[in-house]
């Protein structure tokens, strides 16, 4: 495969998983609502904040993965927000389409992570931001 097919590939993995995660925190906030989201979280037994955080997490990680602004480390601290997901989902079988939905689905998405976080921004990325470069390993900022 040549670098050029390889990095749209990458490409198309992390604007995939970024737009899935606007997508879901597009979800909590203007279907769920909020509130309800906490909700959700509680009854899970999880602290409020959890649903904040998930809700925060996939707003800027979604935009930075559409982006590309240091897409490795943001699949990478996307990883619990999705593991999270697939346990939350877990008791209700292996089917999205179950009621509640079931874990494949996210387990999906914990695969594109850390695809993206193995391949890195591919085309048609900001990739850096030059305030930031001085806090993130270069490892993880390409």
Same mark, same amino acid.
């Given at each position: 495969?040549?670098?050029?097919s390889?990095?749209h590939?990458?490409?198309?993995? %992390?604007?995939?998983?970024?737009?899935?995660?606007?997508a879901?925190?597009a979800?909590?906030?203007?279907?769920?609502t909020?509130?309800?989201?906490?909700?959700?979280?509680?009854?899970?037994?999880?602290?409020?904040i959890?649903?904040?955080?998930t809700?925060?997490?996939?707003?800027?990680?979604?935009?930075?993965?559409m982006?590309?602004?240091?897409?490795?480390?943001?699949a990478?601290?996307?990883?619990?927000?999705?593991?999270?997901?697939?346990?939350?989902?877990?008791?209700?079988?292996?089917?999205?389409?179950?009621?509640?939905?079931?874990?494949?689905?996210?387990?999906?998405?914990?695969?594109?992570?850390v695809?993206? =976080?193995?391949?890195g =921004?591919g085309?048609f =990325?900001? %990739?850096?931001?030059?305030?930031?470069? %001085?806090?993130?390993p270069?490892?993880?900022?390409?």
């Amino acid at each position: 495969m040549n670098t050029s097919s390889s990095d749209h590939g990458a490409f198309l993995t %992390r604007i995939t998983l970024g737009s899935i995660l606007l997508a879901h925190a597009a979800l909590k906030i203007f279907v769920f609502t909020i509130p309800g989201t906490v909700g959700f979280f509680e009854s899970l037994g999880l602290p409020a904040i959890f649903a904040y955080l998930t809700i925060l997490g996939e707003v800027a990680g979604g935009t930075a993965l559409m982006l590309g602004i240091y897409p490795r480390l943001v699949a990478l601290l996307s990883l619990p927000i999705l593991v999270g997901a697939a346990w939350a989902h877990l008791g209700n079988g292996w089917l999205f389409s179950n009621e509640g939905g079931g874990w494949e689905f996210p387990v999906l998405l914990i695969v594109l992570a850390v695809i993206v =976080a193995i391949q890195g =921004a591919g085309s048609f =990325a900001i %990739r850096r931001v030059p305030i930031i470069d %001085r806090l993130i390993p270069a490892s993880l900022s390409a």
